[in-house]
């Protein structure tokens, strides 16, 4: 080959170099240009007919910190309230890594916050696994607001271990980002059943200082087999999982507070975990000793710590926002929910369902039918403008405070208005009931 010939296939070379970002480019700009033209149309058809009985007008609505980089108003969805953000634990045990992998993409969104935490007892290979992917996960999406604990706790499912997690979870997020409202407990065995587009419309009317979270006083069978016996969680002292030990003395059911329980899913605002984590009020720390000693205990504490608290009594809704299909009583274990109950949790307007078997089928329908996930892809919503050559629907990403609400938003606000009604909401907060 002469040197001319060389000079011209490396000037042809250039030339096709030069063509293909420019064809891209122009893509990318008319892509942009018709999700904008898509999110007006939307936003402006989702300024909805979201309206709620009187039942919050007496709390006080929070007031969004003025240095959230989310809190301006988008020009595009103007008119709309500010959605908020939620700080997410999803806690997985060993052999949960590919379920907290996809449970973390059918619940992303640049708005929130999320913390991975893998039970101790977890390989150092399955963990290893976990932060490659998260890597890689913030590598690609670039918001920075996914995390791993790195020391990773050993969780007794049903002690005191269980709580003390959840608690250090909730201390990283505090401490990650002074800008988020909520936060919500999962597990890697739960799955949503609404978008988090819809989630955060329908949280975006609500105000900030609203507890989710099932509870009841009535402790019935209960007293005998959750107040009286003492247990010790091996957890919270050995570095090697053990069955709970019990204790064969009883204690007196407790006097100087009333007892909760309920539902060991919850949503709690971000003021009341401050509270448990850093208030002075000496309550929370009591209580979380107290507790160290009760069987099921995630189901009680933050019942109990809410209840007895004067300031956050009359903030919760009695509910948890799951659909959980117990056994009939004495509702100890919820049932593996399949393809046969797929309507049925539709119909019940929840944002979370558990539990779910590893990659069941009807995983693959929520994700498909609820969801509009493709596998191994983030959920798309509003903020996402653009695919990649690889089909993913939020490869170029916009303005996270443009909301897409779909079809879920309707069915959760339907659940949430009806909690919020005259007869559900004042009526059941907190209520001591006589045995
Ligand atoms: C609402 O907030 C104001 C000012 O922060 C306070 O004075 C008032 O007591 C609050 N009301 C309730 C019901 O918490
Ligand atoms: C938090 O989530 C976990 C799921 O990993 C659950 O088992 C636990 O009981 C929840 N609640 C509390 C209060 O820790
Ligand atoms: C909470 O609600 C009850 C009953 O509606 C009311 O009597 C009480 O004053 C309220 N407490 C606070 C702190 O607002
Ligand atoms: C669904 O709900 C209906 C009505 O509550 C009930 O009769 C039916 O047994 C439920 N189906 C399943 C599979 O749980």
Known sequence: MTKRSHLFAGYALLERKWMRPFIIVIAACVLLILAAVINLVSSSSSVSSFAYTAAFSELNISIV?????????????????????????????????????????AVYHPRNHYLLHLDL?????????????????????????????????????????????????????????????????LS?????????????????????????????????????????????????????????????????????????????WMILTRDFMEYCIAGWDNLPRTLLMYYANVISSPEGYFHTVLCNTREYRNTTVNHDLHYILWDNPPRQHPTTLTMEHFENMTASGAAFARKFRADDPVLDRIDKELLGRKKDYVVPGGWCLGTNLWGDPCAVAGDPNILRPGPGYKRL????????????????QCVVEEE
């Not at 103007?78 to 953000?85: D, K, L, Q, Y």
């Not at 049903?158 to 919500?184: C, E, P, Q, R, V």
């Not at 247990?231 to 204790?247: C, E, G, N, R, V």
């Open 188 to 264: 890697a065995t739960d799955y949503p059943l609404v978008t988090q587009d819809d989630l955060l419309h329908v949280f975006s009317f609500l105000p900030k200082d609203i507890n989710f979270i099932e509870h009841t006083s009535k402790l019935g069978w209960r007293e005998f087999q959750r107040a009286k016996p003492m247990i010790i969680d091996p957890a919270l002292f050995m570095d090697k999982k053990s069955d709970i030990s019990w204790i064969t003395q009883r204690r007196s059911v407790p006097t100087a507070f009333k007892m909760f329980l309920g539902s060991a």
């Open 413 to 428: 606000e339907a659940l949430v208005a009806r909690q919020l009604s005259q007869e559900m909401f004042r009526p059941r």
């Open 121 to 185: 007892e977890a390989s150092s290979k399955e963990r290893a696994e976990l932060v490659n992917f998260v890597k890689q996960f913030c590598a690609y999406k670039r918001d920075g607001n996914v995390h791993v604990v790195e020391k990773a706790n050993l969780i007794t499912y049903k002690g005191a271990s269980m709580i003390a997690n959840t608690l250090h979870g909730a201390a990283i997020l505090l401490k990650y980002s002074k800008h988020w409202d909520w936060f919500i407990n």
């Open 65 to 105: 910190d003025p240095d959230d980089i989310f809190a301006k108003q988008s020009p595009l969805s103007s008119g709309m309230p500010i959605p908020p953000r939620f700080a997410y634990l999803i806690s997985g045990a060993k052999g949960h890594v590919n379920r907290m992998k996809r449970l973390l993409q």
